[in-house]
């Protein structure tokens, strides 16, 4: 168990709790975060989970795959620690964790 | 909204669509009663994996779920499942359920989704015959995928290919029976069924094209012991799954008299000719201005792309559905996304080549491209969504040209 926060593009707030073994993109979800969609069910087939993670996380969450970095090289929000939140495995390290929100899915 | 008095909002079917809905109205913070009436006895979940993930046995029902049921009943909305929505009263503006209750409604969604296409063959209702549309349908038949006994798919399109690529990661002995002279021949063009094609073949799936099926044999218990042609011969089976198509499931619509042709008739609002009653996923015909004409769409991004456009109707914002559709699917190590419709093309033009580890077909009318098939290649798909929703045109060259990176092909541009 642990705790995520979400930071909605207007900087609103949203503290999730998580088990480990869940996907960031689940979390939000379950969560009914806004501004994350995962349309696709978490296949990494549609994009709508963008994730643009807290500098300090990142070493921990790693850096998107080849067929993720093809998706997201596409939004014009893309960041430097950006990643897709269904390819963003929780562990147990990633206890107090924040992530931001992009203005827009693709 | 606080002086308003509450309406109730009814929901009959638990699909993907009806989850999508529901997670719209509490992000929206929809005010009125939501009642979600569904026949299954699961709240909303993904059906891509129950031939795929779920039907190999690498995920758990759960996690099927699009979110927890106490998640939409902490939130107020009332989940009815297990039961069937049996019929609908327009003058009262209620609906009799299966477990003989009433409800009544100001406003009415329907999600109803589809139902498979059933073969009326001689033998069709042997034991041993499968159909996949649900958790159940993949819980039976994934009981039954036991390395060495001879699974026959009456059926090469998405779910009967899907299917083909699970059973024999599990040793499985597959043979796919497909009555038209391609794979997926309704959803692709020839350079992808040809991939597929090889892809099934090289895992060991035995694929007989242009076979039609008359019927099934029986064995001594009554159960299916092989499949009749219509060339002749017999394909001996242990296990046949029948994945021929979906039919929308419009009968409560119909019943109560609303325009149906293949399909609940909607508008681009979602709306049906009862301003009561809107409709939404798999069982519309609906009107999508992206397109010319009326269409129907079996996939989940339609669905999620209706639930939110009823979502603002039935908030009173005007937003028209007007999305390019999508599609993905995966197969061994393939991961197939598909955007656009592809059959109304007049030219192809291919990115890559099937030997390569990913490549894409780009499909042109008039000389804007009008779909895009992408295979390991999400960069393709994800260009693909945005010259398909702008209706670019597009030098065919460069589209191909390897030296151009596709990305450079959508930015910097004003939409016109």
Known sequence: ?106 | MANQQKETTVIVGGGHAAGALLTTLLQKKYQHEVVLVGEEPHPPYQRPPLSKNYLAGEVDQESLYLKPRSVYENAGHQLRLGVRAEQIDRDNKTISLSDQSTLKYDRLVLATGSHVRRLNAPGADLKGIHYLHDIADSDALREQLVPGKRLVIVGGGYIGLEVAASATKKSVDVTVLEAAERLMQRVTGPEMSEFFYTKHSNAGVDLRLNTAVTGFEASDQGHVAGVTLASGGTVPADIVLVSVGVVPETALAEAAGLPCDDGIIVDEFTRTEDPAILAIGDCTRHRNLFFEKMQRLESVANAVDQARTVAATLMGEKKPYNSAPWFWSNQYDVRLQMVGLSQYHDQRVLRGSPEDKGFAVFYLRDGCVIAVDAVNLPIAFMVGKTLVQQRRQVNPEMLKDPDIELKSLVSGQSIN
Do not use: Y
């Open chain 1, 1 to 106: 168990m642990g705790k995520i926060t979400f930071i909605e593009h207007d900087q609103t707030e949203h503290v999730a709790e998580f088990k480990a073994g869940s996907s960031v993109m689940q979390i939000a979800v379950d969560n009914l975060i806004p501004g994350i969609d995962g349309d696709c069910g978490g296949e990494c087939a549609c994009g709508t989970c963008h994730v643009i993670v807290s500098d300090d996380w990142f070493r921990k969450t790693g850096t998107p795959g080849g067929e993720e970095e093809q998706m997201l090289s596409m939004t014009p929000e893309r960041a430097s620690t950006s990643r897709l939140g269904c390819q963003v495995v929780i562990t147990d390290e990633m206890d107090g964790m924040t992530v931001h929100l992009p203005e827009f899915q693709m």
